[in-house]
């Protein structure tokens, strides 16, 4: 699976940082112009489906249902979805268009974004969410892109693509995954928590009407500012749910989430 999550056996031989270049330009005037939107294998972060959604104006699970094929990511043992491709020669992504390239080009995946580069995550330490993460170059044969004469910075290209925000959103649901690779396998999880990871990482509009549909918010003290905060806002309540999932699986930042005393 081609996913923006590199497994730390598979590590590229050239790491790159921030301040490292490379030349590349994607544009309608070389040949390969939407090759790398066939017969691909891509990922779909939770804040790409945030955004994908609203674009189609969809609600989660109806994207869900449509557009992805789900997944046990490997080492993890966590659900995680990719998406789906169109039945056709070239098994193309389903919002491709020959001419004109990406038909939500605004709102596209961050794999897509970060192409041609690929995000690494040696490892994840410590309480403050430190990131040891690296990039590479994803040099596909298909690929011209490589041979144009723009160049630059890893840094520079993250600004250009907006990836920012996308990774900052994504922090939370990226150190699930690897905190959980980081346990012996023999610590496996329970069919239930699998899908509870699911539904908070992905089906953001069924784990919103779990939280206030549920008995959820009986159990739990949750502030009344915290309550607001996830009530409307998506990108709060996916933050909300990393959380969750953090001190249910992990039993770290259990204090968020003290049971109601009876």
């Excluded at 112009?33 to 994908?52: S, V």
């Excluded at 674009?55 to 789900?70: M, N, R, V, Y």
């Excluded at 491709?85 to 020959?98: A, Q, T």
């Excluded at 925000?165 to 496996?188: A, C, F």
Aim: aromatic share 12%.
């Amino acid at each position: 699976m081609n996913d923006i999550i590199q497994e730390t056996s598979e590590i590229p031989p050239e790491q790159l940082g921030l301040e490292s270049k490379f030349k590349f330009k994607c544009h309608k005037g070389v040949k390969c112009f939407t090759d790398c939107c066939r017969g691909i294998d891509i990922m779909l972060t939770p804040y790409d489906i945030l955004t994908m959604r609203k674009k189609l104006e969809l609600t989660s699970e109806e994207f869900l249902a449509a557009f992805t094929d789900p997944h046990l990511l490997e080492k993890a043992g966590l659900p995680v979805v990719t998406l789906k491709l169109l039945d056709d020669d070239r098994k193309s992504c389903p919002f491709v268009e020959d001419k004109e390239g990406c038909a939500i080009y605004a709102d596209r995946p961050t794999t897509c974004r970060y192409y041609p580069l690929g995000v690494g995550s040696l490892s994840y330490s410590g309480e403050n969410g430190e990131k040891d993460e690296f990039f590479f170059t994803v040099k596909e044969s298909h690929c011209l892109g490589f041979d144009e004469n723009k160049e630059w910075t890893v840094a520079e290209w993250r600004e250009d693509q907006d990836v920012e925000l996308r990774d900052k959103v994504n922090d939370g649901w990226m150190e699930l995954i690897v905190r959980k690779k980081s346990l012996p396998t023999s610590m496996k999880l329970s069919e239930e928590s699998k899908q509870m990871f699911f539904l908070a990482c992905y089906n953001i509009d069924k784990f919103r009407e779990f939280i206030f549909s549920s008995t959820f918010l009986e159990r739990y003290e949750v502030p009344k500012e915290k309550i607001e905060d996830i009530k409307e806002d998506d990108i709060n309540l996916l933050q909300f749910g990393f959380e969750w999932l953090k001190a249910t699986f992990f039993q770290t930042g259990q204090e968020k989430f003290k049971i109601k005393e009876k």
